[in-house]
């Protein structure tokens, strides 16, 4: 079971925001549409039927351009007759017959749709407004109820899925939101689903494109990471001071201990020094050698 780093459970908070979905009892379910015993259409439908018919016998085969209809793979047509949903509710893909006058279709896109959510202003848990930017990506899993039980399937998701998310983040602090875009994106994705649902869309992906931040607040943000990285940098050069001192400090605990070791050294440092195509070459002399010859140098004067 998934958690937020608030503690909050996200089936608690999913089952909490879309109750206004499950609320629509009302809606036209496609079971209703297409498998209840319909009472039986009067006596003037049965005599438009024949109308239409006899209109087919007495225009054909001219009447084919307007009773013969395609409908790609990727497309579906919703057909009622006199107002009335046909039997299987849907003709194509492929090519089928309509009848004049009297049956009406409305052709329904089955690929999968895509939107960008206008910039939404949005109030944190934490009173930090926001502008939050996303892109839903849906089809529309059922064309007849797609059709019945809303006039505008689109527009409608586009309505409910800025209302959720600023729903949904607003539960949200700011960190949440910088910190957990794919859980928020999960969340929003879930929600949104149910509330389509009853209308006949799918919803198959939400995105979080762009959270902008006041620019009062982003300096201040900028300011306190820099801070940051440079109370970082003097911690990293003291640590190296450190280390060099207690290496320095090795190494001369190392030559003190063999008095060849610093002639060692030397001669180490000429090499490197001719290495380099150097004339000039620092002699080392010992003080105390200094010491002597000034001494005797006092002694005859």
């Not at 949104?192 to 620019?215: A, F, N, Q, S």
Request: charged share 25%; with cysteine.
């Amino acid at each position: 079971m998934a958690h937020t780093s608030s503690g909050i459970n996200l089936e608690d908070a999913i089952e909490k925001i879309p109750m206004r979905a499950r609320s629509q009892s009302w809606l036209i379910r496609t079971r209703h549409l297409l498998h209840e015993e319909r009472e039986p259409p009067p006596l003037i439908s049965h005599m438009m039927l024949i109308f239409s018919f006899l209109l087919i016998l007495l225009s054909f085969p001219w009447c084919l351009f307007f009773c013969v209809k395609v409908v790609k793979e990727y497309q579906r047509a919703v057909i009622f007759r006199l107002g009335r949903l046909i039997k299987g509710g849907t003709k194509g893909p492929g090519l089928f017959f309509v009848l004049p006058c009297i049956d009406t279709m409305k052709i329904v896109d089955l690929r999968v749709l895509s939107f960008d959510v206008p910039p939404q202003e949005i109030l944190s848990r934490d009173s930090v407004t926001v502008s939050v930017e996303a892109v839903i990506y849906f089809r529309v899993s059922n064309p007849v109820i797609s059709v019945t039980n809303v006039n505008d399937a689109q527009f409608s998701t586009r309505l409910l899925a800025q209302t959720t998310l600023r729903n949904v983040l607003g539960t949200k602090t700011l960190s949440e939101m910088l910190s957990e875009r794919d859980a928020i994106a999960s969340i929003s994705e879930k929600v949104l689903d149910e509330g389509t649902d009853p209308w006949g869309v799918k919803v198959e992906r939400v995105e979080i494109k762009d959270i902008r931040l006041p620019h009062q607040l982003m300096r201040s943000m900028a300011a306190e990471a820099e801070a940051v990285r440079r109370a970082r940098a003097a911690i990293i050069a003291a640590q190296g001071e450190k280390d060099a001192s207690e290496s320095l400090q090795t190494a001369a605990d190392t030559i003190a201990q063999n008095k060849m070791t610093i002639q060692l050294r030397y001669l180490q440092t000429l090499t490197k020094i001719s290495a380099q195509r150097n004339n000039t070459i620092v002699m080392p002399y010992p003080i105390e050698v200094a010491k002597h010859y000034m001494k005797k140098f006092h002694q005859k004067s």
